[in-house]
C-alpha cells in the first residue's frame, strides 16, 4: 500500500460524533447545540402531556374525589384542537408580519397559552373539588377552559417548532432533525413522570398549586430558550403585502393525487390501533393476569424499551435505502403479531407472553410512526411545511384520542355483556371485553395495510437513490 493510500487516523471530533447518537442530525447550518436548544420545546410539550393525561387524571379521580365522567372530559378537551393542527401549520406558513418572522409568532403565543391555561388550573380544580366556598359551576368552567387553553398551546406550539426546525435543517438532513425532535418529546415525557411523581407523593393542595404553576414556569423557560434567536428575520416572506392562494387551495393541491389522502387514512387507522390500548394495558394485566401494582407499572417501560428499539431498526434500515412506506408496513405487521400475544396471553394465563407482546406493541408503533413522519415529510413543497406537517399530527393526534375513548367505552360495554352471561357462559370472563378490543385494533392495522400498501408498491416501482444518512436521531415527531 503507497503512502497515500493509508487510512487516516480518527480525530477526536469523529470518534464523539460516533458516540453521541444525535450528533449525525447536527449540519453546518444548524449545529447540534442549536438544535438541541430548539428541541426544548418538546420537552415542555411532554411536560405537558404527562400532567394532563397521568399526573392530573389520577390526582382529580383519587385526591380530590372528582367524578369520573368529568375528568374524561376534561382531559379530553385538548384534543378538540387537534383537527385544527394542519390549519395552524397553513397560517404559520403564510403569517404576515413587517417583523420578518413566520414560526416564532406562534411558538411565543402557543407558549402563552399553556401557561395560562396552568397558571389558572390547580384553583379551578379545588373550586371543582368542593374544597372552597365557590359554587362548583365556577370550577367547572374555569376547569374547562384552562385544559382547553394548555391543548391549544400545546397543539400550536409543537406544530410550528416542528416546521422552524425543517426551515432550518438543510433538506438532506430535515428527516433526521425532525425526527431527534421526538426523542426528546419522549425524554420530557419521562423525566416529567418521575417528578411528579415524586413531588406529589405527600399531597396536599399546595402542593398541587406548586406543582402546575412550577409547570407553567418552566413551559415559558423552556420555549423562550428554544426559540431565542433561531429563526431568521425574512421580511419577503411575511410582507403585509404578497397575497397568499386561501387554504383551501393549499388543501387542494396537498391533495392532489390521492397518495396524501392514502397515507393520512393509514396514520389515522396505526394511530388508532396503537393508541386504543394506551389505557388497558395495566388494567388487563391486573385483572386477567394477576399482575402486581409494580409489575404492571414496569409495562410503561417495556412499551418505551419496544419503541426505542423500533426506532434504531428504523434508523439502520432507512440507512440502507429501504422505502419509508414498505417500513410503515412492516411496523403494522409487528403490531398485529403483538396484539395475538397479548390476546394469547389470557387463556394461557403467560405474563412473559404478555410482557413480550407490550414491547412489540411499541416496536412496531416505532416502526410505523417513522415510516408515516419520513412520508410526510416528504410532501413538503415550497416552504409548506407547516401545512404538511400539520397534517400529519391533526390525524395522528385526532385518531389517537378517538381510539382511546372508544377502546375504553368498548372494554366497559363488552366486559358488562360478558359479566352479566348475555355472551353466554364461555365468554363470561373478565378478559373478553379487552379481547374485543385487541381484536379491533388488528383490524385497525389491516386496514393501514390496506391503505399504505398501494404507496409502497409504487415506490417500489419507481425507486428513489438517496445519499442521506439516516442514523439514530431518526425518529417520528
Not at 50 to 65: D, K, P, Y
Amino acid at each position: 500500500m503507497s503512502e497515500g493510500a493509508r487510512p487516516q487516523p480518527m480525530t477526536w471530533r469523529q470518534f464523539l460524533a460516533q458516540l453521541l447518537p444525535f450528533a449525525d442530525s447536527a449540519t453546518t447550518e444548524l449545529p447540534l447545540g442549536q438544535l438541541l436548544r430548539l428541541g426544548l420545546f418538546q420537552v415542555s410539550v411532554g411536560m405537558a402531556a404527562v400532567l394532563l393525561t397521568g399526573t392530573l387524571n389520577r390526582v382529580m379521580i383519587v385526591e380530590l374525589g372528582i367524578s369520573g365522567w368529568v375528568v374524561a372530559l376534561m382531559v379530553s378537551l385538548p384534543l378538540v384542537f387537534a383537527p385544527l393542527r394542519a390549519l395552524i401549520g397553513f397560517k404559520s406558513d403564510t403569517h404576515r408580519s413587517v417583523l420578518g418572522w413566520r414560526r416564532g409568532p406562534y411558538i411565543w403565543f402557543g407558549s402563552m397559552l399553556q401557561f395560562g391555561g396552568f397558571a389558572i388550573m390547580p384553583f379551578a380544580l379545588l373550586i371543582l373539588s368542593g374544597d372552597t366556598h365557590g359554587p362548583i359551576v365556577v370550577g367547572e368552567v374555569a376547569a374547562a377552559l384552562a385544559f382547553l387553553l394548555v391543548g391549544i398551546g400545546m397543539h400550536t406550539t409543537q406544530t410550528a417548532g416542528l416546521a422552524l426546525a425543517t426551515d432550518l435543517a438543510p433538506p438532506d438532513a430535515r428527516p433526521r432533525v425532525v425526527a431527534l425532535l421526538y426523542v426528546m418529546l419522549l425524554a420530557g415525557m419521562l423525566i416529567s413522570a418521575l417528578f411528579f411523581g415524586l413531588l406529589l407523593a405527600d399531597f396536599s393542595a399546595l402542593r398541587l398549586i406548586q406543582v402546575i404553576q412550577g409547570a407553567a414556569v418552566i413551559t415559558m423557560v423552556l420555549n423562550c430558550v428554544a426559540l431565542w434567536k433561531q429563526e431568521v428575520r425574512n421580511a419577503a416572506l411575511t410582507s403585509p403585502d404578497r397575497d397568499h392562494a386561501p387554504f383551501k387551495e393549499h388543501w387542494r393541491a396537498l391533495m392532489a393525487g390521492g397518495r396524501t389522502s392514502r397515507l393520512l387514512y393509514a396514520v389515522g387507522f396505526g394511530a388508532a390501533a396503537f393508541s386504543m390500548q394506551d389505557v388497558l394495558l395495566e388494567p388487563y394485566g391486573a385483572q386477567v393476569l394477576g399482575l402486581s401494582v409494580g409489575e404492571t407499572t414496569a409495562l410503561t417501560a417495556l412499551w418505551a424499551w419496544g419503541a426505542l428499539s423500533g426506532f434504531a431498526l428504523a434508523a439502520h434500515r432507512l440507512g440502507e435505502g429501504d422505502e419509508c412506506h414498505r417500513l410503515a408496513g412492516y411496523g403494522a405487521l409487528f403490531g398485529v403479531v403483538a396484539f395475538s400475544l397479548v390476546i394469547f396471553a389470557a387463556p394461557l394465563n403467560s405474563a412473559p407472553m404478555f410482557c413480550v407482546g407490550v414491547a412489540g406493541i411499541g416496536f412496531g408503533g416505532g416502526l410505523f410512526a417513522v415510516g408515516t413522519l419520513t412520508a410526510a415529510m416528504a410532501l413538503s413543497r415550497d416552504g409548506q411545511s407547516g401545512l404538511a406537517l400539520g397534517a400529519w399530527g391533526a390525524v395522528q393526534a385526532t385518531a389517537a384520542g378517538v381510539g382511546i375513548a372508544v377502546g375504553g367505552a368498548l372494554r366497559d360495554v363488552v366486559g358488562g355483556l360478558a359479566e352479566s352471561g348475555a355472551l353466554g357462559p364461555a365468554l363470561a370472563g373478565p378478559a373478553t371485553g379487552y379481547g374485543f378490543v385487541y381484536h379491533l385494533e388488528i383490524g385497525l392495522l389491516f386496514a393501514a395495510l390496506i391503505a399504505i400498501g398501494p404507496l409502497a408498491r409504487h415506490a417500489s416501482q419507481h425507486p428513489q437513490t438517496s445519499t442521506t444518512k439516516f442514523g439514530m436521531a431518526e425518529f417520528p415527531t
